[in-house]
């Protein structure tokens, strides 16, 4: 797997891939950053602020996810028309060298965010930014999982559409509709686990938490294997193009 992991870092490098998961996170955390300034989001204290800007990037998550999901498989369509990815040895170790390499790049990516923007910024204490990194990160995979699998079957046109609509389904998710509803939504799991800890405390996060953990691993576990094993038996007629 490492080696598959290798040589899809070495397919980035001078892409722009590499680029977006660098200048996504300034480009956020600057914005955001010159709105606080500028506009009335000044007026809010320390906890408002990061928790706008958690939700802010919680709700672009799935539609970034798509875009470089789609790039990727773009990429290698265009590249033999995926024979890189059907023809090698082992399909278990390239699916899952691409997919880590995938879930890691965006991890980096948000973690940029957050550091960019604590920098540029008054900000929590570091444990708390850390937990919010591991919220935002572990909440990613299992979208990372279906847009990938999109993107292979049907393309990136799809993979975007179904971003654009989670997108919008996770802002929903942030209000009074999505109260008790999240939880069974993997495009709201990330924004809603980071900005949800930032407010609640004590009991209230560890029931929100506890009823998070009873969907969200399951569910991931089976995204991944479903779309583990479609990939190791799929043919060539059965990706887009």
Same mark, same amino acid.
């Given at each position: 797997?490492?080696?598959?992991?290798?040589?899809?870092?070495?397919?980035?490098?001078? @892409?722009?891939?590499?680029?977006?998961?660098?200048?996504?996170?300034?480009?956020?955390?600057? /914005?955001?950053?010159?709105?606080?300034?500028?506009?009335?989001?000044?007026?809010?204290? /320390?906890?408002?602020?990061? =928790?706008?800007?958690?939700?802010?990037? %919680? %709700?672009?998550?799935?539609?970034?996810?798509?875009?470089?999901?789609? $790039?990727?498989?773009? =990429?290698?369509?265009? $590249?033999?028309?995926?024979?890189?990815?059907?023809?090698?040895?082992?399909?278990?170790? @390239?699916?899952?060298?691409?997919?880590?390499?995938?879930?890691?790049?965006?991890?980096?990516?948000? &973690?940029?965010?957050?550091?960019?923007? $604590?920098?540029?910024?008054?900000a929590p204490r570091g444990t708390a930014l850390l937990t919010e990194f591991l919220l935002l990160s572990a909440g990613t995979?299992?979208?990372?999982?279906?847009?990938?699998?999109?993107?292979?079957?049907?393309?990136?046109?799809?993979?975007?559409?179904?971003?654009?609509?989670?997108?919008?389904?996770?802002?929903?998710?942030?209000?009074?509709?999505?109260? &008790?509803?999240?939880?069974?939504?993997? %495009?709201?799991?990330? %924004?809603?686990l980071a900005a949800t800890h930032l407010v609640a405390r004590g009991e209230l996060w560890a029931l929100e938490?506890?009823?998070?953990?009873?969907?969200?691993?399951?569910?991931?576990?089976?995204?991944?294997?479903?779309?583990?094993?479609?990939?190791?038996?799929?043919?060539?007629?059965?990706?887009?193009?």
């Amino acid at each position: 797997m490492m080696n598959s992991f290798k040589a899809s870092l070495y397919s980035w490098k001078g @892409t722009a891939l590499a680029w977006v998961h660098l200048l996504l996170p300034l480009g956020a955390s600057l /914005l955001f950053s010159l709105a606080w300034r500028g506009t009335s989001l000044r007026n809010l204290d /320390l906890v408002k602020l990061w =928790q706008l800007y958690l939700m802010a990037l %919680g %709700g672009a998550l799935p539609t970034v996810i798509a875009a470089v999901t789609g $790039a990727v498989a773009a =990429q290698e369509e265009g $590249a033999g028309h995926y024979q890189n990815l059907l023809t090698l040895p082992s399909r278990s170790r @390239t699916y899952l060298g691409k997919l880590l390499l995938l879930w890691l790049g965006g991890s980096l990516s948000l &973690g940029l965010a957050l550091l960019l923007f $604590a920098l540029m910024n008054p900000a929590p204490r570091g444990t708390a930014l850390l937990t919010e990194f591991l919220l935002l990160s572990a909440g990613t995979l299992a979208p990372y999982a279906i847009h990938f699998w999109l993107s292979l079957k049907w393309g990136g046109g799809a993979s975007l559409g179904l971003g654009l609509l989670a997108s919008l389904l996770c802002l929903i998710s942030y209000t009074a509709l999505g109260d &008790g509803l999240w939880y069974y939504f993997p %495009g709201s799991w990330a %924004g809603r686990l980071a900005a949800t800890h930032l407010v609640a405390r004590g009991e209230l996060w560890a029931l929100e938490l506890s009823r998070w953990l009873r969907v969200g691993p399951p569910v991931t576990g089976v995204l991944l294997l479903a779309s583990f094993l479609w990939f190791c038996r799929c043919e060539e007629a059965s990706l887009r193009g």
